[in-house]
């Protein structure tokens, strides 16, 4: 079974330049994760989907982040325009419901996309 | 501070030693826990689950001390293809599942 899939797997691109990264989770998966981990540090939540509904985007900084998963199978996780402290790897994941509910649902992640923004 | 916190790495140990990483979480609305492992430029996969009455697989013993807010693991063993990153990590039921990961201990077994 195909795990989670993410591209562009490296991005490298100059301050102020827009960026767009995507995600196809597993399938049947209905609950979608993008995740920031910064170097030396563990993956943070971004926003979480339910389906095509955005349940959970408090930590998204909204004023330059966006995101979308409009049939509520893949999903892009934009930065307009993207700045030095950017640059992170995002991560995507998914679970087939809410982690938690019903049962531990485990997260499953895909490789990331390592954002350089220069 | 942080919700949740590990040891500072890293950890260099010699093959077939134990090694042990701490954690400690401050949400008292922390109602599971997990360690995930996390090889260099990959991303992080669960390793085990934590219960309260403390759990084993295989090498690797969990255990949780909900009084203290605190997590180990414990590797017996240790083997070459343990070295990563640790990642330890609370699940918040009333934030609607989410996990809160600590920096991770990053464990280096040496030959």
């Known amino acids: 079974e195909a795990g989670v899939v993410q591209s562009p797997r490296y991005k490298i691109i100059e301050k102020k330049q827009p960026v767009a990264f995507w995600c196809n989770p597993i399938?049947?998966?209905?609950?979608l994760y993008w995740y920031l981990q910064n170097l030396g540090q563990g993956p943070e939540l971004l926003i979480r989907?339910?389906?095509?509904?955005?349940?959970?985007d408090s930590q998204l900084p909204k004023d330059r982040f966006s995101a979308e998963r409009l049939k509520g199978v893949d999903s892009t996780l934009k930065i307009q325009p993207a700045e030095l402290g950017d640059s992170a790897v995002y991560l995507c994941?998914?679970?087939?419901?809410?982690?938690?509910?019903?049962?531990?649902?485990?997260?499953?992640f895909g490789p990331g996309t390592r954002l350089t923004v220069l | 501070r942080k919700e949740v916190e590990q040891d500072p790495g890293p950890f260099n140990v010699p093959e077939g030693a134990t090694v042990a990483f701490n954690c400690t979480y401050s949400?008292?609305?922390?109602?599971?826990f997990f360690w995930y492992r996390q090889d260099c430029r990959k991303e992080p996969k669960l390793l085990m689950s934590?219960?309260?009455s403390g759990n084993e697989d295989g090498r690797f013993t969990a255990q949780l001390n909900r009084a203290s807010q605190y997590i180990s693991l414990l590797i017996r063993d240790s083997k070459l293809s343990d070295s990563a990153t640790y990642l330890c990590?609370?699940?918040?039921?009333?934030?609607?599942?989410?996990?809160?990961f600590g920096q991770g201990t990053e464990l280096s077994v040496k030959p």
């Open positions: 990590v609370a699940l918040i039921y009333n934030q609607g599942g989410k996990l809160i």
């Open positions: 934590v219960y309260s």
């Open positions: 399938s049947g998966h209905n609950t």
């Open positions: 994941a998914s679970s087939l419901g809410p982690t938690g509910s019903g049962g531990i649902n485990e997260q499953f």
């Open positions: 949400n008292s609305a922390s109602q599971s």
């Open positions: 989907y339910e389906n095509e509904e955005a349940v959970d």
